[in-house]
């Protein structure tokens, strides 16, 4: 999936911003999936995402999951259609799950349609779809929130929150809860997330691109979910997950693509 995340990337930046009114979606697809059927997921994905986003460089997209009866999800992507990298996020689980919660905030670089698709351990793959209004600003290309030198300070530092999970309207996730409670864990990394397309205020210079690559999840020393990263992913990004409410420990590893490995652990007892 990194490779071709990549090439994506290199794919859509090279379009003229004339090509960018054109849907992307087709072409993505194709890229992605090949021939392989895409199923309307809207009733096992409900995706909680604002219409027009107040900060384009700070949206919190989500979305519930519930597997269709007797099967289990393997794989969750987040494909923001018109970024230049638009495989946004992708949560990988090393045992299939049989529902899941996600909050993560990304960068919108303009108006584009929202696809999550969901591949179950069947291999089957199921879509549901919406769309994001934003201001224009080109938030992967807008300059860095802080100084990129003063950022490499606390590169890689992480800090985990841990909550009761909100179910939001969702029916299906509500009537899981009931038999399958979890809780919310959030995950801050601190870390600049350089795009690659941002330009140095001082310098005149384009920062070298830099972002979060993976976040290795573990619950009890056991492997829960492989979470990896695009430049779509907002400075200094939060990751909310959904994990099983008798989980005691959680374990941290974020990797960024400089190569940069940092640890995190947090006991969870009592919840």
């Not at 030198?149 to 179910?167: C, H, K, Q, R, S």
């Not at 038999?179 to 070298?208: C, E, K, N, T, Y």
Request: glycine content about 8%; charged content about 15%.
């Amino acid at each position: 999936m990194k490779p071709l995340i990549a090439a994506l990337a290199l794919c859509v930046c090279a379009e003229p911003l004339a090509a960018a009114q054109d849907a992307a979606w087709p072409d993505l697809r194709d890229a992605l999936y090949e021939d392989r059927v895409l199923n309307d997921g809207s009733q096992m994905i409900a995706i909680d995402a604002p219409y027009r986003t107040d900060n384009d460089a700070r949206t919190h997209v989500a979305a519930h999951l519930v597997a269709p009866a007797g099967l289990r999800i393997g794989s969750v992507s987040v494909i923001l259609d018109e970024n230049p990298m638009p495989v946004s996020a992708v949560f990988t689980f090393d045992t299939p799950l049989p529902r899941f919660f996600f909050d993560v905030s990304l960068r919108i670089n303009g108006p584009t349609p929202l696809h999550i698709v969901a591949e179950t351990s069947d291999g089957q793959l199921f879509v549901a779809e919406s769309f994001i209004k934003t201001s224009g600003q080109g938030a992967c290309a807008a300059p860095p929130g802080t100084d990129p030198e003063a950022a490499l300070a606390t590169l890689g530092e992480m800090l985990i929150d841990v909550g009761p999970l909100d179910e939001g309207g969702s029916v299906m996730g509500q009537l899981q809860a009931l038999s399958d409670p979890q809780r919310s864990v959030s995950v801050d990394v601190s870390h600049p997330s350089h795009s690659g397309m941002q330009m140095d205020q001082i310098s005149l210079l384009f920062i070298p691109m830099r972002y979060v690559e993976t976040l290795d999840i573990a619950l009890d020393g056991q492997g829960y979910v492989d979470v990896t990263g695009s430049i779509s992913l907002s400075e200094n990004p939060r990751v909310t997950l959904g994990v099983p409410s008798g989980a005691q420990s959680l374990d941290v590893t974020m990797t960024d693509t400089d190569g940069t490995v940092t640890h995190a652990h947090r006991m969870m007892p009592g919840y």
